[in-house]
């Protein structure tokens, strides 16, 4: 057959070494395709070295012996900071965080040799300074990324310098004050406030305000005021407040009126004139926070208006007034068929202190429109002080619609309410019964259960017995609150046979969980990594066995 095909080859091409090529090429398909099975790979053994010879491209490894010191964690997680993908840097990042003082230098050389070629590593690096306590040593690379091209390298050095509580950052920061990015100054003024050293106060005085962006300029007027005494104060203010800058002329003002209300009137007089501008909120909420009578009515013709943005800025400003027309403004808003106008006016009275408004909340959970019930659990929730987890767990029991179900779980998680936990747990279980088959009560209530700080007991054994459901995907969101919000052996036990469950999606998420929790070890795992089939559980299962390995003691 070969030799027929190269005969024809030879009278259709021109070139010999075309027409041998495809000969080449025939045959091999041909041998593929005789009939025969393929080889069978080896079994895999999850202690030898290298790449297996496995379909799923099993990477296989051998841990080292015994524990890890500080110098193999920071050297791996530098590792993942320099080649890893986002969600490893994102894990190396938060890891490096628990040891600041032994990663610092080593993080110290490395931001210096990546501001200029790989500014986002250089960002990494600056994020793990943010949210640890560097120290004075790693203010000099950072006195070099802030100097980098890269705006989001100097806006992200500003928070990691106010970081280290030192009085050598002080000058860098001055110096990002002037930025022509109004991003970074404004971030470098917030850390020179973090710091708050004498040198600091003194550097933004002198610089106040022409020797800093406006952006920054608007927030020293805060700062100062809360820093400066009066006499020293009102000078800078009054500088600031002879500004043709509008944003600048409302933060002074508001300074000023901090200082003494006998200055509303002139403040007015400057400001009311940029209502008509884009600067009318600030203006609003700067003369509404001294509660101005000269602006009332402006805010009650506003609450009416049928411009949604204007209205509800006017509603927000009028929970500063206690007069019988800002409140009748307000419940006329609450009858608004504008949902989120509403929604506003509720917040607004209940923040009023009007008594009544709680009652007719309440009533709003049981009324028959889906739109009111969701206000109401949207209204409680931001009401920590007023206990109102039982009529949200009622109503969460009866309530048949997942988009109001979704809020009133959501409202419980919000007010940490334990009750409410197991009536929520209870829900992601309902599915169980119901018909037809709706995932979507199991995502609402996974989604609810994360938000709570500790799952009281209750919660956990209703999870644990859904653990073991016939439904893929309760098993699937009851997975995915296992080991975040709640922990134990029992709750190891049933993790550790839920990476063996047989779908991949209940196996992804009891990988995730397995991460989490507290009592995970890593010889689960790697039972689990020699019978895993799915290739991308394969490859995540590779990287959360380093992770556990790498992790710093809990």
């Known amino acids: 057959m070969l030799r027929s095909v190269e005969k024809l080859m030879r009278k259709t091409c021109s070139s010999k070494r075309i027409s041998l090529l495809f000969v080449f090429l025939l045959g091999a398909c041909l041998l593929a395709c005789d009939g025969r099975e393929a080889p069978k790979l080896p079994a895999v053994n999850p202690k030898s070295r290298g790449m297996a010879p496995d379909p799923v491209d099993r990477r296989v490894f051998e841990l080292p012996d015994g ?60 994020e793990v300074f943010a949210t640890t306590v560097p120290g004075a040593g790693q203010i000099g690379p950072m006195a070099v990324a802030a100097k980098s091209k890269d705006g989001l390298v100097r806006f992200t050095c500003a928070p990691a310098l ?3 509580g030192e009085e050598a950052a002080v000058p860098v920061l001055l110096d990002l004050l002037g930025d022509p990015n109004g991003r970074v100054a404004a971030g470098a003024m917030k850390a020179l406030e973090r710091l708050g050293t004498p040198a600091g106060i003194q550097g933004v005085v002198g610089r106040f305000p022409d020797r800093m962006d406006l ?34 002329l409302i933060a002074s003002g508001a300074g000023l009126l901090e200082l003494d209300q006998a200055w509303l009137p002139r403040v007015r007089e400057k400001v009311v004139p940029l209502l008509e501008s884009l600067y009318r909120p600030s203006v609003l909420n700067l003369l509404a926070r001294g509660a101005d009578p000269g602006i009332l009515p402006i805010l009650i013709a506003d609450a009416a208006s049928e411009d949604r943005d204007r209205a509800l800025l006017a509603i927000q400003r009028l929970i500063h007034y206690r007069t019988d027309a800002a409140t009748k403004a307000l419940w006329k808003a609450a009858r608004s068929a ?29 009324s028959r429109d889906p739109r009111d019930r969701i206000i109401a659990a949207e209204v409680l929730a931001g009401r920590p002080e007023r206990p109102s987890g039982p009529q949200l767990t009622a109503a969460l029991e009866k309530e048949e619609r997942f988009d109001v179900a979704r809020k009133l779980a959501t409202a419980i998680a919000l007010l940490d309410d334990r009750e409410g936990a197991a009536a929520i747990a209870r829900l992601l279980g309902r599915e169980a019964q119901s018909s037809p088959f709706r995932s979507v009560d199991a995502s609402v209530a996974s989604t609810a259960l994360l938000a709570f700080r500790v799952l009281p ?11 073991t459901s016939e439904n893929e995907a309760i098993r699937v969101h009851t997975t995915r609150v296992l080991g975040r919000s709640c922990s134990g052996a029992r709750v190891r036990d049933a993790l550790a046979k839920l990476l063996a469950d047989p779908s991949v999606h209940v196996r992804a998420q009891a990988l995730v969980s397995w991460l989490a929790l ?21 490859k995540r299962m590779g990287k959360v066995i380093l992770q556990l390995y790498y992790r710093w003691p809990r």
Request: charged share 20%; proline share 6%; net charge negative.
């Open 518 to 538: 507290k009592e995970a070890t890593v010889e689960v795992l790697l039972s689990a990594y020699s019978t895993e089939t799915d290739p991308d559980t394969v």
């Open 162 to 164: 106010g970081n280290t």
């Open 457 to 467: 007991p209750a919660a956990v054994e209703i999870l644990l017995s859904l653990a």
């Open 67 to 126: 524990v890890p010191t500080d110098a193999d964690r920071i050297g791996f997680y530098l590792s993942l900071l320099e080649g890893g993908d986002a969600d490893q840097v994102r894990w190396a990042s938060t890891q490096l965080g628990y040891a600041p003082e032994a990663a610092a230098p080593a993080l110290g050389k490395l931001l210096t040799r990546n501001v200029g070629r790989n500014p986002l590593l250089a960002q990494n690096i600056l």
């Open 215 to 248: 952006s920054a300029a608007a927030l020293a007027v805060q700062y100062l005021g809360r820093v400066l005494p009066g006499e020293r104060l009102e000078p800078v203010l009054l500088t600031a407040f002879e500004s043709d800058e509008p944003a600048l």
């Open 338 to 366: 504008d949902d989120e106008i509403r929604r506003e006016a509720w917040f607004a009275l209940l923040e009023a202190g009007q008594e009544s408004a709680f009652s007719r909340v309440d009533a709003l959970l049981i």
